[in-house]
Every structure is written in structure tokens, then in C-alpha cells.
């Protein structure tokens, strides 16, 4: 069985410049996530989508983050414009619908420069 | 709010020996999951153990098991016979138990880096 797929893994962009981040998850998982993982702190959730639609983003900083998942499938965070406090590693995992069980992707570390 | 703190960010272990993680949490609810996530280097987090909040039983994963005191909101996790292999940043994390769609979130700790020295 295919994993939570995630892409670019590395991305180095300049400050207010705008990058995006892919996520493919497991096939028949409706729930999607997304985390920002600081160095040196455990992962906060930024977004959770349940099919197409959003269950909760109230840690998603609206002003300059954006996701969707458009066909329930895969998904896409955009930051436009980056800040350097933006340095992070964005997790996306996956799960059945209703399940406790979070499935990880490798991970998209962005630095700002 | 929930809060889960881990108070070891570093620790060490000889390999085939026992050490013991230490998690707290606060929350308000009375029926929730928590976890122990492990992430290897580079790698990703992976799921090692889980217990649900109404079970007294403490949860038991192979070398992997939990000490859970729900009244001290106390959750950690000792790996026996580590092996290089455990090698890792360890989180504690907590998800409240409601209806579905909504019970996603996993709210983490700070994480604990365990190195297992041969």
C-alpha cells in the first residue's frame, strides 16, 4: 500500500516570495491534514480537511496561508507572501474518516532566507 | 485548551537496556486518546502506541508500553531491550474523542530525542 505521498521535500525560497506544497494521501483516506513542525517542537495542526471541505483551520494563518483540496483527494498549502518565522517542516497525514489513526508523509522542510 | 508537555528533550540509553519517557497533559475532557509518535531521523513519524482515556488496562505494543495515570494526567512510555533502531524523536500526543470529523486533531508535545548508544 502507497504511503502519504508529499512534494517538493526540500524548497529554499526568499522572503516574501510564495511557494506551494503537494500532498497525495493514502488511497480511501477522506481526512486530510496539515501540521507545521518548527524545529524543535512538536507538530501544530494548520488545517484539517474532511473530503473537500474544512473541518477546522483556526490555527491556518489566513492573512498569508491557503489550502485546498478541490476533488477530496490531494491537496495543496500555499504561503504567499513567506516570512522567515516560516521555516518549518509541513507534514501532511492522512486517515479514514472517523479513525484515530494519522498516517505521515515525509515531509516538505521550506527554509526562508 | 489541551496542552501536553515533555519535560526531557534529550536522553540517552545503552542498547538492550530500558528507559522510560515522561509525558503530562491537561485537558477538561473525560474521554480522549493518547499517543506516542515516533520520528526517526529524515524519516517519518510513525505511530507506536496508543490508549484510549476509559481504559484502565495499560496499553502494551511488543517492547513498547505505557504507564497511564488518568487523576495525575501522567502518560509515558518505556521501551525495553532498546535497540539502535529506537534511535529517534519521540512525541507524546493527545486527540479528543467526539464524533467523527472532528476528533482529528493531534495536539503534541515538545518531543523527547532518544539516542540509543551501542
Known amino acids: 500500500e502507497a504511503g502519504v505521498a508529499q512534494s517538493p521535500r526540500y524548497k529554499i525560497i526568499e522572503k516574501r516570495q510564495s511557494v506551494a506544497f503537494w500532498c497525495n494521501p493514502i488511497s480511501g483516506h477522506a481526512t486530510l491534514y496539515w501540521y507545521q513542525q518548527i524545529l524543535g517542537q512538536g507538530p501544530k495542526l494548520l488545517i484539517q480537511f474532511q473530503n473537500n471541505g474544512v473541518v477546522d483551520d483556526s490555527q491556518l494563518p489566513k492573512d498569508r496561508f491557503s489550502a485546498e483540496r478541490l476533488k477530496g483527494v490531494d491537496s495543496t498549502l500555499k504561503i504567499q507572501p513567506a516570512k522567515l518565522e516560516d521555516s518549518a517542516v509541513y507534514l501532511c497525514?492522512?486517515?479514514?474518516?472517523?479513525?484515530?489513526?494519522?498516517?505521515f508523509g515525509p515531509g516538505t522542510r521550506l527554509t526562508v532566507t | 485548551a489541551q496542552t501536553v508537555t515533555q519535560s526531557q528533550p534529550e536522553m540517552s540509553v545503552q542498547e538492550a537496556e530500558t528507559v522510560t519517557l515522561s509525558c503530562t497533559y491537561d485537558?477538561?475532557?473525560?474521554?480522549?486518546?493518547l499517543f506516542w509518535y515516533k520520528q526517526p531521523p529524515s524519516r517519518q513519524m510513525i505511530l507506536v502506541i496508543r490508549?484510549?482515556?476509559?481504559?484502565?488496562q495499560n496499553a502494551t505494543e511488543n517492547r513498547f508500553s505505557v504507564n497511564f495515570q488518568k487523576a495525575a494526567k501522567s502518560f509515558s512510555l518505556k521501551i525495553s531491550d532498546s535497540q539502535l533502531g529506537d534511535t529517534a524523536m519521540y512525541f507524546c500526543a493527545f486527540m479528543k474523542h467526539g464524533n467523527p470529523g472532528n476528533t482529528g486533531k493531534l495536539i503534541f508535545g515538545q518531543g523527547t530525542t532518544l539516542q540509543v548508544k551501542p
Open positions: 485537558t477538561s475532557e473525560s474521554n480522549y486518546y
Open positions: 497525514a492522512s486517515s479514514f474518516w472517523g479513525s484515530y489513526e494519522q498516517y
Open positions: 490508549q484510549e482515556a476509559y481504559k484502565q
